[in-house]
């Protein structure tokens, strides 16, 4: 059987935070998810015991909540929802005397030692990937961009693709990874892509391929139906999206606007080149994978493969460009100022860059890392 995919608005919005929960004092995981859930439930009487908070989801860590939104018209709406949420998020941290935090990883937290939220879906993972589950200490943003056809799934995702190694670079903040600097700007990165349907997307140039891929997913038991399908660029037929998934957690509501933006453009761009008769030009699957891993390890110092020719440039460079050429598509969805604020993060550094100088500057302690980050993020919700 095929797939149907549930046409969407076309270009609206839908937005995920991960967020850890880290103690005040300490820095360290704590936890307590099922705690805050019950308490953000409890905002909600008219929720049944069996249904969840429509904004504050379950994770597969008890260290970790998840902030999601409505289906938004635009950049400001989802990041006003998103801001909304998390205030109530805090309002139920502060008797636990527990932080928000969201970077690509924890910087010192023992992975195997989390406890894992007691739910089917994820015992199942953890039984299936053993000790590469059980690493899964990871936290980042996905973003959902509406599509009016499924004419536009396969393009968008393989026009996101050749693109990757610029979310990725901008948005790398776990350098550190149980104590250790790895020497990655983005350790997150290769972590997640252990996992057997994690990571790097594959290109189809029809939806029928994509939806035998899934057919064969399934047949052979790699998974139980589409939704376990976790790459980096990922078209979510039961929505009517395509979903942004690749960039490593965020501390800032402005830096999650930002790749909100940029996606949000890009698949805006790659319609209307569509709707002109156009068509998509993907690099081939090994220079994709290649610009993947140079944006982990080497952050915003990445040179990274422009185009099948091969050509390379310093991903801030093309970045820049990139940032001028969708300038007319930002102005027309109302999400300019948000797609500049890549600028800024070129600027003052991506968050690896970041947490190197925290540490550096406190002899090296993590928990400092941890506590400036989750300082970070609680100024940004507070506005």
Request: charged residues 25%; contains cysteine.
């Amino acid at each position: 059987m095929g797939l149907e995919f549930a046409e969407s608005p076309r270009s609206t919005l839908g937005i995920e935070w991960e967020l850890a929960l880290v103690d005040r004092q300490t820095g360290d995981l704590r936890s307590v998810a099922e705690r805050i859930l019950e308490a953000t439930r409890a905002d909600h009487p008219e929720l049944t015991r069996d249904q969840e908070h429509p904004y504050v989801k379950q994770e597969l860590l008890l260290n970790t909540v998840e902030l999601v939104t409505d289906i938004c018209g635009d950049v400001a709406e989802g990041v006003g929802q998103l801001r909304e949420t998390a205030l109530n998020v805090m309002k139920h941290c502060e008797p636990l005397d527990v932080e928000l935090y969201c970077q690509g990883s924890h910087p010192f937290a023992p992975p195997t030692k989390q406890p894992v939220t007691d739910k089917e879906r994820y015992n199942e993972l953890i039984r299936r990937t053993q000790w590469w589950g059980r690493q899964m200490v990871i936290y980042g943003i996905h973003v959902h961009v509406g599509l009016p056809s499924v004419k536009y799934a396969m393009p968008v995702v393989n026009a996101l693709c050749n693109y990757n190694a610029h979310f990725q670079a901008l948005s790398a903040s776990s350098p550190y990874w149980s104590g250790e600097d790895t020497g990655y700007a983005s350790n997150r990165a290769l972590m997640f892509q252990q996992l057997p349907t994690a990571g790097q997307s594959y290109q189809f140039d029809e939806w029928a391929g994509y939806e035998k891929a899934v057919a064969d997913l399934e047949h052979t038991g790699v998974i139980n139906d589409v939704t376990e399908v976790r790459w980096d660029f990922r078209a979510v037929p039961r929505l009517g999206t395509v979903e942004m998934r690749i960039c490593d957690g965020v501390a800032t509501l402005d830096e999650i606007g930002a790749f909100t933006a940029f996606t949000q453009c890009l698949v805006e761009d790659t319609m209307r080149q569509l709707d002109g008769g156009g068509s998509v030009t993907s690099m081939p699957h090994w220079y994709v994978k290649e610009n993947k891993w140079r944006a982990a390890r080497y952050g915003l110092d990445a040179i990274i493969i422009l185009n099948e020719r091969g050509d390379e440039e310093l991903v801030t460079e093309a970045m820049a460009r990139e940032l001028e050429r969708l300038e007319p598509v930002a102005q027309d969805l109302g999400c300019a100022d948000e797609l500049r604020h890549l600028e800024t993060i070129m600027r003052s550094g991506a968050g690896y860059q970041r947490q190197k100088r925290v540490a550096d500057s406190h002899d090296g302690d993590l928990r400092q890392v941890v506590l400036d980050s989750a300082a970070i993020t609680r100024t940004s919700i507070n506005g």
